[in-house]
C-alpha cells in the first residue's frame, strides 16, 4: 500500500518528484556548505530563499488537496528557512 503522507505525488510526473527532490537537497547543501567553507557566503540565503519558496509551493498543494495534517511540518520548515535567509542578508 502507498504511503499515504505521499498522495499528493499523484498530482506530478516522476520527473517534476525528482525535480523537487534534487531542489531540496541542493538547498539544504546550499544552506550548510557555503558558510560553513567561507567559499561564496551569499548562497546560503539564496539557499534558504529557495526553500522557502519550495515550501510555499508544498502548502499551497496541500491546501489544493485537503491534506492539512501534514501543514504544520510545512509550515515550520518554510519559517526556519526565512530566519536563515533574512538572518544572513540582514547579517
Same mark, same amino acid.
Given at each position: 500500500? *502507498?504511503?499515504?503522507?505521499? *498522495?499528493? *505525488? $499523484?498530482?506530478?510526473?516522476? %520527473?517534476?518528484?525528482? %525535480?523537487?527532490? @534534487?531542489? $531540496?537537497v541542493l538547498g539544504a547543501i546550499g544552506l550548510i556548505v557555503p558558510e560553513l567553507t567561507g567559499i561564496?557566503?551569499? #548562497? @546560503?540565503p539564496v539557499a534558504a530563499v %529557495? #526553500?522557502? #519558496?519550495?515550501?510555499? %509551493? *508544498?502548502?499551497? @498543494?496541500?491546501?489544493?488537496?485537503? $491534506?492539512?495534517?501534514?501543514l504544520p511540518v510545512n509550515v515550520i520548515l518554510l519559517l526556519l528557512a526565512l530566519f536563515v535567509a533574512i538572518g544572513r542578508f540582514a547579517g
Open positions: 500500500m *502507498a504511503n499515504p503522507n505521499f *498522495a499528493w *505525488a $499523484e498530482d506530478f510526473s516522476q %520527473g517534476a518528484i525528482r %525535480g523537487i527532490g @534534487t531542489a $531540496e561564496a557566503p551569499i #548562497l @546560503t %529557495g #526553500l522557502v #519558496l519550495i515550501q510555499v %509551493g *508544498a502548502i499551497a @498543494t496541500h491546501v489544493r488537496r485537503k $491534506e492539512f495534517k501534514v
